[in-house]
């Protein structure tokens, strides 16, 4: 098994791989703790994940202070592995018309 990326600081980053399996299950912890899974991606993973998407949906919307904005792109710079994995983040947090 290959050990897991982490940041500078030594903080577990979210990659492409852990956001295809939370894309998988649309978000919804239950059933992916219910069907069971490896080491490739903790709780602690998917809490950071989900925490991200609600940040940046308040980013979108228009409803974080400035200081959330700045804090919420400082947190995804240093959690995310990759421009690309931030931009699905990104694109996982903004509201689609229903």
């Not at 980053?13 to 912890?29: H, S």
């Not at 919420?72 to 995310?80: D, G, I, P, Y």
Request: hydrophobic share 40%.
């Amino acid at each position: 098994m290959t050990a897991d990326p982490t940041s500078p600081t030594g903080l577990r980053l979210v990659t492409l791989a852990k956001l295809r399996v939370y894309q998988a299950f649309g978000g919804d912890i239950d059933a992916w703790a219910r069907r069971g899974h490896d080491d490739s991606m903790t709780d602690a993973d998917w809490h950071l994940i989900e925490s991200l998407r609600q940040d940046l949906h308040l980013v979108f919307t228009c409803q974080a202070s400035p200081a959330l904005r700045a804090a919420t792109e400082n947190r995804l710079r240093a959690a995310a592995d990759s421009e690309e994995t931030r931009g699905v983040l990104r694109e996982l947090a903004r509201p689609h018309p229903v």
